[in-house]
């Protein structure tokens, strides 16, 4: 059997902000007791979104065009008589 660790407040307190970060303040408040088990299960859920983080860096981003230039392009790229229909 494992023997009981004492949690400090200050401890208690940072525990609620990641339950917080990661569901809302609401739900935080309400659990209770903040126990070895709740830190344990938090801690684990911080160990895993690092490790989620770091891989989300491999996927590649869409790259978004400025949209001046596209405006522009449409513009002046644009078919008058296009323009004159959809009036």
Request: net charge negative; with cysteine.
């Amino acid at each position: 059997m494992s023997e009981q660790v004492e949690i400090k407040d200050r401890d208690r307190t940072y525990v609620r902000k990641v339950i917080g970060a990661f569901i809302n303040e609401g739900m935080a408040a309400r659990i209770s007791p903040i126990n070895e088990e709740v830190v344990r299960v938090v801690g684990k859920m911080v160990a895993e979104s690092k490790d989620c983080s770091e891989w989300m860096d491999y996927v590649p981003k869409p790259v978004a065009p400025c949209w001046r230039q596209t405006w522009h392009q449409m513009v002046t790229q644009a078919d008058p008589e296009t323009w004159q229909s959809a009036r």
